[in-house]
Structure formats: structure tokens, C-alpha cells
């Protein structure tokens, strides 16, 4: 979910209601595959065989992935990145969402910057231990 939700960023999740109706834009967990927790952003809807199923993707991510609603373990309602947080459902995880569904691009190549200084922090932390 770089670069809005860097590795190590803690999720503070709320339970999802009918008055908390699924919504596009939302970053939502639920167990993967490899049955490792997984939190994408929902993109939109899809109908399969008359059900309903959310198209969900990474921030940094090309393609997306389709999800039963039923998988979804709950919504993220805060995403706190050190001393650093923000509520999903302010001004600021608003403008996130947003930047994130109609500017996939850039927030690819901002996502791809992230990881490269990510890598490079991490290779001086063991270069200066050595």
C-alpha cells in the first residue's frame, strides 16, 4: 500500500455494520491466500454469476483482485505510520483515497520511490553496522 501506507504502519480496523456499507476507496483487510493478513483499497464492484464482489487493489499495485464481501475481516478506520497518523474518513485520508483512484500512475512511481529508499535505508543501517 506504499507510499500512504508504508511497511511497519499499524491498521486500526472497525467492524463493518449495514450502517457501514462497503464503500469505493476504502481500505479494507481480510486473510489472502497464504492466509496472511491483506489490506487493499476497493476500486469497485463486479457482478459474477449474481453476486456482488468487490475489486480491490494495492495503492502500488497494477492489477486488482476480486473479493467476496464476506472476506472482508473489517474496514481500516486509521493508519498510524510512527508518530504519524491520520483517520481514513478525515480531510487528509480522503484526499489519499482520491489521489490513489484517479491518479494510479503517479502513485505508482511515488510507490516505487518508497521502496527504493526503503532498500537504501536499509542497506547504510547494515553498512554502518559492518
Known amino acids: 500500500m506504499l ?4 511497511p511497519g504502519s499499524r491498521l486500526h ?11 469505493i476507496g476504502e481500505i479494507v483487510c481480510y486473510l489472502g491466500t ?6 487493499h483499497r476497493i476500486v469497485g464492484f ?8 468487490l475489486e480491490i487493489r494495492g495503492d502500488a499495485l497494477d492489477g486488482c483482485e476480486l473479493v467476496e464481501p464476506e472476506a ?9 505510520v510512527g508518530p504519524f497518523s491520520y483517520e481514513t474518513d ?4 480522503k484526499g489519499v483515497a482520491r489521489l490513489t483512484l484517479f491518479t494510479p500512475q ?3 512511481t511515488a510507490a516505487r520511490a518508497a521502496r527504493l529508499v526503503i532498500v ?11
Do not use: Q, Y
Open 13 to 23: 480496523l472497525k467492524e463493518i455494520s449495514k450502517e457501514n456499507e462497503l464503500g
Open 46 to 53: 463486479k457482478l459474477r454469476d449474481g453476486k456482488r464482489l
Open 90 to 93: 478525515s480531510t487528509v485520508g
Open 72 to 80: 472482508v475481516l473489517g474496514v481500516v478506520a486509521r493508519v498510524s
Open 120 to 130: 537504501a535505508g536499509s542497506r547504510l543501517k547494515t553498512l554502518s553496522r559492518s
Open 106 to 108: 503517479l502513485v505508482r
Open 3 to 6: 507510499p500512504f501506507v508504508p
Open 34 to 39: 497464504d492466509s496472511k493478513f491483506v489490506a
